[in-house]
Structures are given as structure tokens and as C-alpha cells.
């Protein structure tokens, strides 16, 4: 087993079925997170308890094998241990540095504009798999914000998700605030309702990308599954009862949803609820069948939401340089 997939109440469980002691859980994990130990033999406990562990797990490897360093964001390529290649981008921030993890080889949700959803799902990463890339990059530079968001949709792999996200939070390890977490989702209403009910310690992000049915289900087949009907009261249960803001995330792109008149129906979609929009610029590359919108008309589209008073935000242009739109590189590898 991969010694990551473990979180503290999962460690404490093996300890106790095998005999011991459910304390060595935190001792382990420490010497994990905080001392960074590579090799499971050097952790301190009794030579017994040792042996159960390293009997029982290891430290897979996760190779980088490309890297391309964007400046403000920085990409790269990881072979798991099956071979499957996944991406993580290291965006450089004035306030500090955040890394955007993958989830899934591949995806099954099909956004007609992301090229990660050319690849059909593989499998679901283990949470260690997701942790792994954290770790990787928080050594060379140590983060201070988690985006769920790199290739395949994380609420199609919500066990292993929520595992990560509880690794991470834990105290005695990387110890991260939750808020620094943020978890996208492309729009799954029942596992949202399921974070609604559990009192999902952390944020989250909805890929909204069009204001109406006709549009987003033209652009994101899941739509057709659950519609904005469907979607935005249970995005609204969830912000109203956690009493968080959740962010609509919209990508521009030119001519198919960047419109004044779109930006008119997304104020009303909104309406009162305590949603923000984070405007991203499309990052299209060679043999796109769209475009990223024109400049004047991004300001044109984001004057419309600031006079209707809704909550926007405008993400720096983070990773044109190193085509970091979600699953690019690791597609140019594939095809
Ligand atoms: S945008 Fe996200 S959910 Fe949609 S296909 Fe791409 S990776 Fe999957």
C-alpha cells in the first residue's frame, strides 16, 4: 500500500487490527509531512511496529519527466507508478505559491473546450497520488494554497479526494488552513449535495462557464444531467449553509459566451446568492476550434457583473506561457 493513501483515522485503524498502538499513527505521519523522511525504515518506533509498516507499505515513486518553468506558473509532467502521466502546476503568486493537483488520468466529462477531456478517464488517482504531487513541489517550494483542479473532474473520484484534502488539513502534518484549499467541480450535483451535508471543511469552485442551459450544454455535456435548474440551488444550499462564497469559475471565449448579453443572464443567474465570478482568459492552442476573447471585450463582460454588484475576480494570465489550460501538455505527450 501506498503509505500516503493513509489518512490519520485510516493509519490508526491498520495500527489497531494489527496490535498496535493507534498513538504510532501520528508519529508516522510527522515523520512523513514535517521531517520529509524518503525511506519508511527511518521512522522512530519500536523495531516491531517497524516491520508491520514496512511490510505493509512504501513510498512509490512519482517521476517528474518534463518541466516547463512559465515563470509565474510552472508545469509539470509525472509518471505514476503504472505509467499513467498526470500534470500539476506551480503558480507563483505576489502573497506566495499554490499548486493546481490532478485527479484523474484522463476525464469522462467531455468540456468541449479542455483538451484533457480528449482523453477519455483512465482511472481515479489514489489520494496518495494526489499527495504526492503536492509533495514533490512543496519541497522545492513550499506552498501555501491547494487547487483541485488540474486534469479530470475530483467529484468523480470523491472518496480518494476527500482522503486527500484530509491529509492535508491534518494537524500534525502538512497542517494546511482549509481554507487554502479550494476543490472544482464541473457541476456534480449529488456529490456537491453530499459536501453540503458532510460540512465540507473546505472551498469550492463550480466550472460554470455559460449563463444558460442551451449554452452550457453545449460546451459542458453535463449539463444535460444536471442543469443549471439542478446545479445552482444546490451551489446555493451549500455556500448559504457553510457559509462560504463559491466561486463561478468562466472561461471567455470569443464569440461563444463572452457577450454583454451573456454576462446580463449570468447577474440574474446569480441573483442574490453569495456567489463571486473568477473570470479566466481561454488559453486556446494550435488545432482549437475556439479562441480566448478579445481584451476590450473580457473588460466589457466584467463591467456588466461590477455594475449589477456581483462579486468578480480576474485571474492573472497564469500559464499562457506554459500552455497550462487544463491537461495541454499532457495531451501533446499522448497524441
Ligand atoms: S474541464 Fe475539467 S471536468 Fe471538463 S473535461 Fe476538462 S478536466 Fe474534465
Known amino acids: 500500500m501506498n503509505i500516503y493513501d493513509?489518512?490519520?483515522?485510516?493509519?490508526?485503524?491498520?495500527?489497531?487490527?494489527?496490535?498496535?498502538?493507534?498513538?504510532?499513527?501520528?508519529?508516522?505521519?510527522?515523520?512523513?509531512?514535517?521531517?520529509?523522511?524518503?525511506?519508511?525504515?527511518?521512522?522512530?518506533?519500536?523495531?516491531?511496529?517497524?516491520?508491520?509498516i514496512t511490510d505493509n507499505f512504501e513510498i512509490p515513486t512519482i517521476e517528474?519527466?518534463?518541466?516547463?518553468?512559465?515563470?509565474?506558473?510552472?508545469?509539470?509532467?509525472?509518471r505514476l507508478n503504472d505509467g499513467n502521466l498526470v500534470e500539476t502546476v506551480l503558480m507563483r503568486h505576489e502573497y506566495g505559491a499554490s499548486v493546481c493537483v490532478s485527479t484523474q488520468a484522463?476525464?469522462?466529462?467531455?468540456?468541449?473546450?479542455?483538451?484533457?477531456?480528449?482523453l477519455r478517464k483512465i482511472r481515479?488517482?489514489?489520494?496518495?497520488?494526489?499527495?504526492?504531487?503536492?509533495?514533490?513541489?512543496?519541497?522545492?517550494?513550499?506552498?501555501?494554497g491547494i487547487s483541485v483542479m488540474g486534469i479530470g473532474e475530483p467529484l468523480d473520484n470523491f472518496e480518494n479526494v476527500?482522503?486527500?484534502?484530509?491529509?492535508?488539513?491534518?494537524?500534525?502534518g502538512l497542517a494546511?488552513?482549509?481554507?487554502?484549499?479550494?476543490?472544482?467541480?464541473?457541476?456534480?450535483?449529488?456529490?456537491?449535495?453530499?459536501?453540503?451535508?458532510?460540512?465540507?471543511?473546505?472551498?469550492?469552485?463550480?466550472?460554470?462557464h455559460a449563463p444558460n442551459n442551451e449554452l452550457r450544454s453545449e460546451l459542458m455535456p453535463i449539463n444535460k444531467k444536471y442543469p443549471l435548474e439542478v446545479l445552482m440551488p444546490a451551489?446555493?444550499?451549500?455556500?448559504?449553509?457553510?457559509?462560504?462564497?463559491?466561486?463561478?469559475?468562466?472561461?471567455?471565449?470569443?464569440?461563444?459566451?463572452?457577450?454583454?448579453?451573456?454576462?446580463?443572464?449570468?447577474?440574474?443567474?446569480?441573483?442574490e446568492s453569495n456567489c463571486y465570478v473568477n473570470i479566466i482568459r481561454y488559453n486556446s492552442s494550435e488545432g482549437d476550434i475556439?479562441?480566448?476573447?478579445?481584451?476590450?471585450?473580457?473588460?466589457r463582460f466584467y463591467d456588466v457583473l461590477k455594475k449589477n454588484n456581483i462579486g468578480v475576480t480576474m485571474r492573472r494570465e497564469m500559464g499562457s506561457s506554459v500552455n497550462a489550460a487544463c491537461g495541454q501538455l499532457r495531451s501533446d505527450y499522448i497524441n
Open 64 to 78: 517528474c519527466i518534463d518541466v516547463s518553468d512559465g515563470g509565474t506558473a510552472v508545469k509539470y509532467l509525472f
Open 176 to 208: 494546511l488552513a482549509p481554507r487554502r484549499i479550494t476543490v472544482s467541480t464541473c457541476g456534480l450535483v449529488p456529490q456537491i449535495e453530499k459536501l453540503t451535508e458532510m460540512h465540507f471543511p473546505s472551498n469550492l469552485a463550480v466550472s460554470l
Open 106 to 118: 484522463g476525464c469522462n466529462m467531455g468540456c468541449k473546450f479542455c483538451r484533457s477531456g480528449r
Open 290 to 299: 475556439y479562441e480566448c476573447s478579445d481584451f476590450e471585450q473580457i473588460m
Open 235 to 271: 451551489v446555493t444550499e451549500f455556500s448559504e449553509k457553510l457559509n462560504k462564497r463559491v466561486a463561478l469559475e468562466y472561461v471567455m471565449i470569443k464569440g461563444v459566451n463572452d457577450s454583454e448579453k451573456c454576462a446580463e443572464e449570468l447577474c440574474r443567474l446569480i441573483g
Open 162 to 172: 476527500l482522503d486527500f484534502v484530509d491529509i492535508m488539513l491534518y494537524p500534525k
Open 6 to 52: 493513509m489518512t490519520y483515522q485510516k493509519l490508526c485503524d491498520f495500527l489497531t487490527e494489527h496490535g498496535d498502538k493507534k498513538s504510532r499513527a501520528e508519529i508516522i505521519l510527522s515523520a512523513l509531512y514535517r521531517n520529509g523522511i524518503s525511506d519508511l525504515s527511518l521512522i522512530e518506533i519500536p523495531e516491531k511496529a517497524k516491520k508491520l
Open 124 to 144: 481515479n488517482l489514489t489520494a496518495g497520488e494526489i499527495v504526492q504531487q503536492v509533495l514533490y513541489i512543496n519541497r522545492k517550494t513550499p506552498l501555501s
